[in-house]
């Protein structure tokens, strides 16, 4: 008997000729990149090295757009906002040892935000797995064991017939929710070996659903419909599921007041009448949430800045949606739904019946006011003159990309960002470098838009050497500087907490004069200046630096009158707040 999905697998004349006859000179190289077109992708990402040339030798054959940096974590933030800005998974191609470990801190930051990278390194030749100790340049006993625990999955390439599938398998882990990276390893004399298997020429990796259980949606919607006080927390993965319209229409349905974190930026519009905004690190904030007798949170595990740094301790039920199973009540007990933001919120909308509360924005005007008067009362002109000029220079529809640096902390709580998957940051891993080459990224994902990237003096030396790669591609990113003289969080912590700072001053060159070295425009600004200054960098093509020499202040914790499980924060002060590492 023949069924019709027998007749699907037959290939066709044209396929069994091109299977018979590929193309003369091909090698395993050729499998990588021809895969990865078969999948969909069209752009690549990295850092060519010995053990990996049979991929970049193959790249010339391809129609892939190649995008090399100068250092692979950098490689690693630029494809970290492709996969953000695209939602597709990034190629991001490696060398062995040296190479493949410079990209950790990278894979960490798109682990933490749920950023699809497609990350593909080699191995030593065959005969040097599996531990011995050959002596090949780069060689380490277990490679992979430096991934398993940055990564969603690390796939192992050993023969040419395997290449498709484990790219293909690592290709639907990046993008199945949580999003994610993933590592794919091949051997050198894999990917340089002559083949003589058939060209890849489509490939099927359709990533799983995730959807919600009807029991636990069914219950969530009955206690948010009978709530008195509900509330919604909106983090990072909702944007990631693009699901900010379904968040807004619940709202609206059950009249409940929305805080994004610093992950969700833009997940909820920020002058809706019943935005709270983003000032989760305050504690006016924190106690409204407390008081809510059912909050929903979606795609966020609160963690500690998304908890006012665990002082959070909510007084009524918690609903929450969450993609990764590890995170799924992971610090605070609720009604845990394990799925995909956008499937559940669907289900929610689909079984909640609608909710009328006339109180709802005026509590959240009162809120909002009571946080405004207690910024206002702590003198930090200078810093919202600065993030107002930045977003009045900024287009609405233009992506920005942050830094570990004040400025960023600031945003955090205090920028709109004009529509979600539009300001990203550091925040999940939390290390220095990130701005400058993910907003090179995103310029290569879409250059129909401007692209702003603001790093601290300390980040920027991180990543100055993609001065050279902006200047090569003409990437339009204008990247604001703030020059305070160095790591300027961690000197106000330091002292705060021991009375001086150690290790935090810099040495640092005369940003503009570097710049233009590198045959980008630069410009010194004041503050004054600044929102001029930024919007005629960000109207002129290819890339500008713009330098701030300012210090920042932070505005004063809440969090410290209430230490985690309710203790003083270690330290020989309680006025520190827990470290922002510049690493």
């Known amino acids: ?3 019709d999905h027998d007749l699907e697998l037959r290939p066709t004349a044209a396929q069994t000729e091109a299977a018979l006859n590929p193309p003369s000179g091909r090698t395993g190289g050729d499998l990588v990149v021809e895969t990865l077109a078969g999948l969909g992708a069209t752009t690549v990402f990295g850092l060519p090295g010995q053990h990996a040339l049979g991929m970049f030798d193959a790249l ?7 995008v090399g940096l100068r250092v692979e974590n950098n490689a690693g933030f630029a494809a970290d906002a492709y996969g953000r800005v695209t939602g597709e ?43 011995g100790r050959h002596g090949y340049l780069h060689e380490l006993p277990d490679q992979a064991a430096s991934f398993r625990g940055v990564v969603k999955s690390v796939h192992t390439v050993r023969t040419q017939s395997q290449i498709p599938s484990a790219i293909a398998a690592a290709w639907k882990s990046a993008l199945t929710a949580p999003h994610g990276p993933v590592w794919v390893e091949i051997p050198q004399d894999v990917l340089l070996a002559g083949t003589v298997l058939p060209q890849v020429t489509a490939m099927d990796a359709t990533p799983d659903e995730l959807p919600p259980r009807p029991e636990l949606t069914a219950l969530a919607a009955h206690l948010l419909a009978n709530a008195a006080r509900p509330a919604i927390i909106a983090g990072g993965g909702v944007v990631r599921a693009d699901a900010s319209g379904k968040l807004r229409a619940l709202a609206e349905r059950i009249q409940a007041p929305v805080v994004t974190t610093p992950g969700g930026k833009g997940a909820f519009p920020w002058t809706h009448p019943l935005s709270l905004q983003s000032w989760l690190e305050d504690r006016h904030t924190t106690d409204f949430l407390e008081d809510a007798d059912v909050l929903l949170v979606v795609g966020s595990g609160l963690g500690e800045l998304s908890s006012n740094y665990h002082t959070f301790r909510p007084r009524g039920r918690v609903i929450q949606i969450e993609a990764d199973l590890g995170k799924l009540e992971s610090n605070h007990p609720g009604v845990g739904i394990h799925a995909d933001a956008r499937l559940a919120l669907q289900a929610l909308l689909e079984t909640v019946a609608p909710r009328a509360d006339e109180t709802a924005p005026e509590r959240v005007r009162a809120l909002l006011e009571r946080v405004r008067a207690r910024i206002a009362g702590q003198g930090l002109t200078l810093e919202q003159q600065v993030l107002t000029a930045v977003r009045g220079a900024l287009p609405a529809d233009s992506p920005s990309f942050w830094d570990m640096t004040i400025l960023a902390y600031w945003a955090w709580s205090a920028f709109d960002a004009k529509g979600p998957n539009l300001l990203h940051s550091a925040q999940g891993a939390g290390g220095l470098g990130y701005g400058f080459p993910a907003a090179l990224g995103a310029a290569v994902a879409d250059p129909t838009r401007p692209v702003l990237a603001v790093s601290g003096d300390g980040g920027a030396l991180y990543s100055i050497a993609e001065l050279a790669t902006a200047r090569q591609y003409g990437l339009d990113v204008t990247w604001l500087i703030v ?73 004063a914790p809440t969090h410290l009158d209430r230490g985690a499980a309710g203790q003083q924060p270690p330290g020989p002060t309680p006025s520190i707040r827990p470290p922002k590492s510049p690493r």
Do not use: C, K, N
């Open 483 to 555: 020059d305070d003289g160095g790591y300027g969080i961690l000197r106000e912590y330091m002292t705060d907490a021991f009375g001086e700072p150690t290790a935090t001053e810099l040495t640092r060159p005369d940003y503009v004069a570097l710049a233009e070295s590198f045959g980008v425009p630069g410009v010194r600004t004041t503050p004054e200046t600044l929102e001029a200054d930024l919007a005629e960098a960000l109207s002129a093509p290819g890339p500008r630096v713009l330098v701030l020499p300012a210090v920042l202040r932070m505005f």
């Open 60 to 66: 010339r054959r391809s129609d892939l757009r190649y």
């Open 89 to 131: 998974a990034a190629p991001l191609l490696l060398s062995t040892g040296p190479g493949a470990l410079t990209s950790l801190a990278a894979l960490q930051e798109a682990a933490a935000a749920s950023a699809p990278v497609l990350a593909i390194g080699s191995q030593v030749p065959t005969a040097g797995l599996g531990g």
């Open 1 to 3: 008997m023949t069924h």
